[in-house]
């Protein structure tokens, strides 16, 4: 495989990509291929004008946000490692994983921590609240220019006032999780819904 | 001194030989290459590589593990978010974005149409070699012993085509723009420029099947192509004469195009003409309406694509308004693959490249000719023949502009993605205060 031939970070890799992220090694490949593709620098990592250079990326509404979840806190580049823990919050959860060992650490994409990575997206500064200033600026986000900021901020007081329990105008993540839609996340599938979890 | 003598007459004999292997290598050339292109007649060699080529590729690809290529997208890529049956904002709304935007992460429809294809299985050229490891000793023999045929056989034959095609084009047709413009000289300017693209063919070796030429352009139309590399410009000429239409160059290129337009009217512009659209428009139309002249070749594009795909056409040519030829090339890329990537390689590596691959095979379909109906505006006809071509050749449809290989994207599309998602929820507003 190509990057056996790169850095020692990078072989050591591959073992402990298997164990850790669960990913087969054909979908590894397959991951390594696309980030050198988008790898224009040829550097062995990414940064954010590499992220934006795929235009149905550049296109989404919340594509920043999403991009900046790839870089740890501070940091401008994001190397194969922490490319592949941020894409593997995605990978559906097989059945056989859910009778695994209960004493062993949680899997990336198990549904709790894909809920932190949606809750991430919400709460920018990282203190564990979404406030209504994070939630309006993601709506913002969503919605462009098109909605007045009272509508826009009559939407997120109603939303906050829902899933507030202790009442302190913010929604922490455990307030998050017990959202009523997201108790399983659903998907409309055209006819009936989905459970993305 | 008795050294020096004895090896005299061995370097006459040596220099006999040379001379010898060199006439007939000549004549071969001569006999099997040039006279034939000359009369646009084959003797079947190419097919029959290209028929032994396959049989080659078929044996090393048994030998070759395909490892099972894991199709398993990361995601449960079902189902999309449809907007119109959702009411009011939820905190789940942002799965919608978020999954589409790591789903276009993992793999998008338009970057990966700026790279060549990547192949099933290997051709034995290590410039299509991705993840193909070390198998067996024979494929590595085999391998060896295609480098040395590409490298030591097939290109030195090739670049000495490709010099006599071009010098021949360039003294030939200097030669026919001395003539009094006539029936005579439109004549002998088809047969030079024909003669000379065939030649070129041979150069590359390229092996091409054209289907349908009853509906090969005619004059006073356009024929528009999907564009994939410089080739293509030689592989419809072979077939048909042409008028060109491209900006100047400097350089070689610039003499050929120089010696060019002297036999017949080719649309050259200067580099500041370029830009004035309208200056475009106006030559192109006054072209095409004077019967006499050659139709028109344009590549709508604007940019090399990986032929896996056809991007946006750009509406400049299809606003003219006279009949439009489209034309649908595509390529076997188990052979060579003839995308041409601007950004990694220059003109004459790209060459180079081409004319050290096994050959260049492609298919060409000449489809019927389309003109724009009542109340079409040029874009929509541009896409009406974009999708003809795609059908034909097998291509991807796209919507996204070949410019995006080196420009951004718009911010009218990010604006849009946002209007529909405000329109579903405002919706609810409005119902809301109805109630």
Same mark, same amino acid.
């Given at each position: 495989?190509?990057?056996?031939?790169?850095?020692?970070?990078?072989?050591?890799?591959?073992?402990?990509?298997?164990?850790?992220?669960?990913?087969?090694?054909?979908?590894?490949?397959?991951?390594?291929?696309?980030?050198?593709?988008?790898?224009?620098?040829?550097?062995?990592?990414?940064?954010?004008?590499?992220?934006?250079?795929?235009?149905?990326?550049?296109?989404?509404?919340?594509?920043?946000?999403?991009?900046?979840?790839?870089?740890?806190?501070?940091?401008?580049?994001?190397n194969?490692?922490?490319?592949?823990?941020?894409?593997?919050?995605?990978?559906?959860?097989?059945?056989?994983?859910?009778?695994?060992?209960?004493?062993?650490?949680?899997?990336?994409?198990?549904?709790?921590?894909?809920?932190?990575?949606?809750?991430?997206?919400?709460?920018?500064?990282?203190?564990?609240k979404?406030?209504?200033?994070?939630?309006?600026?993601?709506?913002?986000?969503?919605?462009?220019?098109?909605?007045?900021?009272?509508?826009?901020?009559?939407?997120?007081?109603?939303?906050?006032?829902?899933?507030?329990?202790?009442?302190?105008?913010?929604?922490?993540?455990?307030?998050?999780?017990?959202?009523?839609?997201?108790?399983?996340?659903?998907?409309?599938?055209?006819?009936?819904?989905?459970?993305?979890? | 001194?008795?050294?020096?003598?004895?090896?005299?007459?061995?370097?006459?004999?040596?220099?006999?030989?040379?001379?010898?292997?060199?006439?007939?290598?000549f004549?071969?050339?001569?006999?099997?290459?040039?006279?034939?292109?000359?009369?646009?007649?084959s003797?079947?060699?190419?097919?029959?590589?290209?028929?032994?080529?396959?049989k080659?590729?078929?044996?090393a690809?048994?030998?070759?593990e395909?490892?099972?290529?894991?199709?398993?997208?990361?995601?449960v890529?079902?189902?999309?978010?449809?907007?119109?049956?959702a009411?009011?904002?939820?905190?789940?709304?942002?799965?919608?974005?978020?999954?589409?935007?790591?789903?276009?992460?993992?793999?998008?429809?338009?970057?990966?149409?700026?790279?060549?294809?990547?192949?099933?299985?290997?051709?034995?050229?290590?410039?299509?070699?991705?993840?193909?490891?070390?198998?067996?000793?024979?494929?590595?023999?085999?391998?060896?012993?295609?480098?040395?045929?590409?490298?030591?056989?097939l290109?030195?034959?090739?670049?000495?085509?490709?010099?006599?095609?071009?010098?021949?084009?360039?003294?030939?047709t200097?030669?026919?723009?001395?003539?009094?413009?006539g029936?005579?000289?439109?004549?002998?300017?088809?047969?030079?420029?024909?003669?000379?693209?065939?030649?070129?063919?041979?150069?590359?070796?390229?092996?091409?099947?054209?289907?349908?030429?009853?509906?090969?352009?005619?004059n006073?139309?356009?024929?528009?192509?999907?564009?994939?590399?410089?080739?293509?410009?030689?592989?419809?000429?072979?077939?048909?004469?042409?008028a060109?239409?491209?900006?100047?160059?400097?350089?070689?290129?610039?003499?050929?195009?120089?010696?060019?337009?002297?036999?017949?009217?080719?649309?050259?512009?200067?580099?500041?003409?370029?830009?004035?659209?309208?200056?475009?428009?106006?030559?192109?139309?006054?072209?095409?309406?004077?019967k006499? $002249?050659?139709?028109?070749?344009?590549?709508?594009?604007?940019?090399?694509?990986?032929?896996?795909?056809?991007?946006?056409? $750009?509406?400049?040519?299809?606003?003219?308004g006279?009949?439009?030829?489209?034309?649908?090339?595509?390529?076997?890329?188990?052979?060579?693959?003839?995308?041409?990537?601007?950004?990694?390689?220059?003109?004459?590596?790209?060459?180079?490249?081409?004319?050290?691959?096994?050959?260049?095979?492609?298919?060409?379909?000449?489809?019927?000719?389309?003109?724009?109906?009542?109340?079409?505006?040029?874009?929509?006809?541009?896409?009406?023949?974009?999708?003809?071509?795609?059908?034909?050749?097998?291509?991807?449809?796209?919507?996204?502009?070949?410019?995006?290989?080196?420009?951004?994207? $718009?911010?009218?599309?990010?604006?849009?993605?946002?209007?529909?998602?405000? $329109?579903?929820?405002?919706?609810?507003?409005?119902?809301?205060?109805?109630?």
């Open positions: 495989m190509p990057w056996l031939n790169g850095t020692r970070s990078q072989q050591s890799l591959s073992l402990n990509t298997v164990c850790f992220f669960a990913v087969s090694h054909s979908q590894i490949t397959r991951l390594y291929s696309r980030f050198t593709s988008l790898d224009k620098g040829e550097n062995g990592t990414l940064s954010r004008e590499d992220f934006q250079r795929i235009p149905e990326l550049a296109i989404n509404p919340l594509g920043d946000r999403i991009i900046n979840a790839f870089f740890p806190e501070g940091e401008d580049q994001v194969f490692r922490g490319f592949m823990r941020t894409l593997a919050h995605f990978r559906p959860i097989e059945d056989n994983e859910k009778n695994k060992d209960p004493t062993a650490s949680e899997p990336l994409n198990s549904r709790t921590n894909k809920l932190l990575f949606a809750f991430q997206l919400y709460d920018l500064d990282r203190d564990d979404i406030s209504r200033d994070e939630l309006l600026q993601v709506l913002r986000m969503m919605v462009g220019v098109n909605i007045s900021d009272e509508q826009l901020g009559s939407i997120a007081d109603r939303t906050i006032q829902e899933a507030d329990q202790n009442g302190d105008n913010s929604i922490s993540f455990n307030e998050f999780i017990k959202v009523g839609n997201l108790q399983h996340i659903y998907v409309w599938a055209g006819d009936h819904y989905l459970i993305l979890t | 001194m008795g050294l020096f003598l004895d090896f005299n007459p061995f370097d006459n004999l040596l220099c006999i030989l040379l001379g010898i292997s060199f006439t007939v290598w004549t071969l050339l001569l006999v099997f290459i040039i006279v034939p292109a000359i009369f646009g007649v003797f079947g060699i190419r097919q029959l590589y290209m028929k032994t080529l396959l080659i590729f078929e044996w690809t048994h030998r070759i395909r490892g099972a290529k894991d199709n398993n997208h990361l995601f890529s079902d189902g999309n978010r449809d907007l119109d049956h009411s009011e904002f939820e905190m789940s709304d942002i799965f919608y974005f978020c999954r589409q935007g790591v789903e276009s992460i993992m793999d998008d429809e338009v970057t990966k149409r700026f790279s060549a294809e990547e192949l099933e299985s290997w051709n034995l050229l290590t410039r299509s070699n991705y993840n193909f490891q070390h198998i067996s000793l024979r494929l590595t023999v085999l391998w060896g012993l295609g480098v040395v045929i590409r490298y030591g056989f290109l030195p034959l090739r670049v000495t085509l490709a010099f006599t095609g071009v010098g021949l084009l360039v003294v030939l200097s030669i026919i723009g001395f003539l009094p413009n029936r005579m000289k439109n004549f002998l300017s088809e047969q030079v420029h024909l003669m000379c693209y065939r030649i070129c063919v041979r150069a590359l070796t390229a092996i091409i099947t054209y289907h349908d030429s009853e509906n090969k352009p005619k006073g139309g356009i024929c528009v192509a999907n564009h994939t590399s410089p080739i293509d410009v030689i592989i419809l000429a072979s077939d048909g004469c042409y060109m239409v491209g900006q100047i160059h400097g350089g070689l290129m610039g003499v050929i195009q120089k010696s060019m337009v002297k036999a017949c009217p080719h649309i050259w512009f200067e580099r500041s003409e370029v830009k004035d659209r309208h200056l475009v428009a106006k030559r192109l139309s006054d072209h095409v309406e004077d006499t $002249k050659l139709p028109i070749l344009i590549f709508p594009e604007g940019t090399c694509i990986n032929n896996t795909s056809v991007m946006m056409f $750009k509406k400049g040519s299809f606003e003219i006279s009949t439009v030829y489209p034309v649908a090339i595509k390529y076997d890329p188990r052979f060579g693959d003839a995308f041409w990537n601007s950004s990694q390689f220059g003109m004459v590596n790209y060459l180079l490249r081409m004319m050290s691959s096994w050959a260049i095979v492609c298919s060409v379909w000449y489809l019927p000719p389309m003109t724009r109906e009542e109340g079409e505006d040029a874009v929509q006809f541009a896409n009406r023949v974009k999708a003809a071509i795609a059908r034909q050749g097998g291509l991807v449809d796209l919507l996204w502009d070949g410019g995006l290989k080196r420009g951004k994207v $718009k911010d009218t599309f990010k604006e849009e993605q946002q209007k529909l998602y405000s $329109k579903m929820l405002v919706g609810t507003q409005e119902d809301r205060s109805r109630s």
